[in-house]
T-cell receptor, first 111, second 111 residues
Framework: QKEVEQNSGPLSVPEGAIASLNCTYS??????FFWYRQYSGKSPELIMF????GDKEDGRFTAQLNKASQYVSLLIRDSQPSDSATYLC???????????FGPGTRLSVLP | KAGVTQTPRYLIKTRGQQVTLSCSPI?????VSWYQQTPGQGLQFLFE???????NKGNFPGRFSGRQFSNSRSEMNVSTLELGDSALYLC??????????FGEGSRLTVL
């Protein structure tokens, strides 16, 4: 059974701090990983994806991938109250067909 | 470029009835996936269609079915509705091997 695990939270951080969201996956065949943000009552929207080991930065967001440890993370710098949402981690298998989503981590940024 | 469009956005049914949900993908996207989202279970994969063929199927009973038309539009049907089918049903489209773009969802309430 292919699984993606996330801490459900809630993760609370003060405004301006760094929020660190973590994700582990069981399928070593997963090659690409995606972070989605979902506001309450809304559909998930893509923040960024990563497929190479190391870090990938996009504005205030940094995704990190460690395939040896089967670990993916998302760092949000200078967190804002508008970042308060549920963050979903998803892995895509090597065939590019099967997405497996984690349960999501609820982030709360406190003003 | 128009996004993924799902209809209807909200609907209320009673146990035993059936429901059909519709999804129009982003122009040029040939893959359409369906997900069920509930507070307790998170995002659960239902099935994925590519070029009118069901390419992958999740672990849902046969009451859940879908299809895709030649214009890539997709429908999913749930027959003999149960209370536990109350959920947000999300459709996502993608280019082959690409990230998922979600529609706003169809929120189904079964009474």
């Amino acid at each position: 059974q292919k699984e993606v695990e996330q801490n459900s939270g809630p993760l609370s951080v003060p405004e301006g701090a760094i929020a660190s969201l973590n994700c582990t996956y069981s399928d070593r065949g997963s090659q690409s990983f995606f972070w989605y943000r979902q506001y309450s009552g809304k559909s998930p929207e893509l923040i960024m994806f990563i497929y190479s080991n190391g870090d990938k930065e996009d504005g205030r967001f940094t995704a990190q991938l460690n395939k040896a440890s089967q670990y993916v993370s998302l760092l949000i710098r200078d967190s804002q109250p508008s970042d308060s949402a549920t963050y979903l981690c998803a892995g895509l298998d090597n065939y590019g067909q099967n997405f497996v989503f984690g349960p999501g981590t609820r982030l709360s940024v406190l003003p | 470029k128009a996004g993924v469009t799902q209809t209807p956005r909200y609907l209320i049914k009673t146990r035993g009835q059936q429901v059909t949900l519709s999804c129009s993908p982003i122009s040029g996207h040939r893959s359409v996936s369906w997900y069920q989202q509930t507070p307790g279970q998170g995002l659960q994969f239902l099935f994925e269609y590519f070029s009118e063929t069901q390419r992958n199927k999740g672990n849902f009973p046969g009451r859940f079915s879908g299809r895709q038309f030649s214009n890539s539009r997709s429908e999913m049907n749930v027959s003999t509705l149960e209370l536990g089918d109350s959920a947000l049903y999300l459709c996502a489209s993608s280019q082959q091997h690409g990230e998922l773009f979600f529609g706003e969802g169809s929120r189904l309430t079964v009474l």
